[in-house]
């Protein structure tokens, strides 16, 4: 692939939790801004390349272990993962580095972002063609909402017994917390000559055109594919996709896009403040490309010659 991407990536969450801490609330920097990580965006990105028969190598996988008598629903560590998903009897017996390489290069999820393989006979990093940084949320007036529920079973730890001497009834309580609403803008950058050495090694043929659009395909289609208890209501909103020659190198451009909430049965305002600097290395830029839903949302753009299309049916609009 002959060029350079970056582009922004949009979540809207409403009556969810995008990406929760582990006080169960949504993340927060030390400020208090409300963000998600790239952790956060790219896990449905591989269960969704997972569910389509693609290799995923850094992904929980389950197994049945046993020890001292009882069986245990237990991890993969990354030895017996990467033997499962390349049919390896054991990667302590492979001496072939050459091999592990073109294998993880195999891997869908490596191809993308890169890999720490840190395993004995192969101590092995990957720097990713792909870069995603922390998405912020930039709508001000979020809030986390706390619900408690109610569970259908008796609290077995309870102890205590009513005046008739009866077991307490009481169920246990557990909570839910969600964003009443959130929207997280992402910044990423796509550099196709990141693996240049590793295709003089020959175990790879680089980032190729394919890569990149199945990971374009997925970064506008997974967060609403996955949906989780907590992750119902979590929708991809927004998608900007700015392909460059392979030596113009641009800023994060998540820092020129800013989020308006619509007033009530209004549509909501997402303005792209980077046209002066994409209308300056005009004839540098390829392609300009934006993804978003025009039912829920209107655009405020002037970036010359950009294509619009629908985020739910990828129809030009």
């Given at each position: 692939?002959?060029?350079?991407?970056?582009?922004?990536?949009g979540i809207?969450?409403?009556?969810?939790n995008?990406?929760?801490?582990f006080?169960?609330?949504?993340?927060?920097?030390?400020?208090?801004?409300?963000?998600?990580?790239?952790?956060?965006?790219?896990?449905?990105m591989?269960?969704?390349?997972?569910?389509?028969g693609?290799?995923?190598?850094?992904?929980?996988?389950?197994?049945?272990a046993e020890?001292?008598?009882?069986?245990?629903?237990?991890?993969?560590t990354?030895?017996?993962?990467?033997?499962?998903?390349?049919h390896?009897?054991?990667l302590?017996?492979?001496k072939?580095?050459?091999?592990?390489?073109?294998?993880?290069?195999?891997?869908?999820d490596?191809?993308?972002?890169?890999?720490?393989?840190?395993e004995?006979?192969?101590?092995?990093?990957?720097?990713?063609?792909?870069?995603?940084?922390?998405?912020?949320?930039?709508?001000?007036?979020?809030e986390?909402?706390?619900q408690?529920?109610?569970?259908?079973f008796?609290?077995?730890?309870?102890k205590?017994?009513n005046?008739?001497?009866?077991?307490?009834?009481?169920?246990?309580?557990?909570?839910?917390?969600?964003?009443?609403?959130?929207?997280?803008?992402?910044?990423?950058?796509?550099?196709?000559?990141?693996?240049?050495?590793?295709?003089?090694m020959g175990?790879?043929q680089?980032?190729?055109?394919e890569?990149?659009?199945k990971?374009?395909?997925?970064?506008?289609?997974?967060?609403t594919?996955?949906?989780?208890?907590?992750?119902?209501?979590?929708?991809?909103?927004?998608?900007l996709?700015?392909?460059?020659?392979?030596?113009?190198?641009?800023?994060?451009?998540?820092?020129?896009?800013?989020?308006?909430?619509?007033?009530?049965?209004?549509?909501?305002?997402?303005?792209?403040?980077?046209?002066?600097?994409?209308n300056?290395?005009?004839?540098?830029?390829?392609?300009?490309?934006?993804?978003?839903?025009?039912e829920t949302?209107q655009?405020?753009?002037?970036?010359?010659d950009?294509?619009?299309?629908?985020?739910f049916?990828?129809?030009?609009?």
């Amino acid at each position: 692939m002959n060029k350079r991407v970056y582009g922004v990536l949009g979540i809207s969450s409403v009556m969810a939790n995008w990406n929760a801490d582990f006080s169960g609330y949504p993340k927060t920097t030390t400020s208090g801004e409300v963000f998600g990580s790239d952790k956060a965006f790219k896990y449905p990105m591989k269960k969704m390349w997972e569910d389509a028969g693609e290799k995923v190598l850094y992904i929980k996988s389950m197994k049945l272990a046993e020890n001292k008598g009882e069986t245990n629903l237990v991890p993969r560590t990354l030895k017996e993962r990467y033997e499962q998903i390349f049919h390896v009897p054991d990667l302590k017996k492979n001496k072939d580095v050459s091999q592990i390489l073109t294998n993880l290069f195999s891997a869908i999820d490596v191809k993308n972002f890169g890999a720490t393989f840190a395993e004995e006979g192969a101590n092995i990093s990957i720097t990713g063609a792909v870069q995603i940084g922390q998405g912020f949320n930039k709508y001000s007036d979020s809030e986390a909402q706390e619900q408690n529920i109610l569970s259908p079973f008796q609290d077995s730890k309870a102890k205590d017994k009513n005046k008739d001497g009866d077991e307490a009834k009481n169920s246990t309580l557990g909570t839910k917390i969600v964003s009443d609403e959130a929207h997280y803008f992402y910044p990423f950058a796509i550099n196709s000559n990141v693996y240049n050495s590793f295709v003089e090694m020959g175990v790879t043929q680089g980032y190729t055109e394919e890569d990149y659009q199945k990971f374009k395909n997925a970064s506008l289609t997974a967060a609403t594919s996955y949906a989780t208890n907590s992750k119902l209501g979590c929708e991809n909103e927004f998608g900007l996709f700015v392909e460059t020659e392979e030596d113009l190198y641009l800023p994060n451009l998540d820092k020129y896009i800013s989020f308006t909430k619509g007033e009530e049965n209004q549509k909501n305002l997402i303005e792209i403040q980077c046209d002066k600097l994409l209308n300056s290395v005009r004839k540098r830029i390829k392609s300009v490309e934006i993804y978003y839903n025009p039912e829920t949302t209107q655009l405020k753009c002037d970036i010359e010659d950009v294509a619009y299309f629908n985020i739910f049916t990828m129809q030009e609009i």
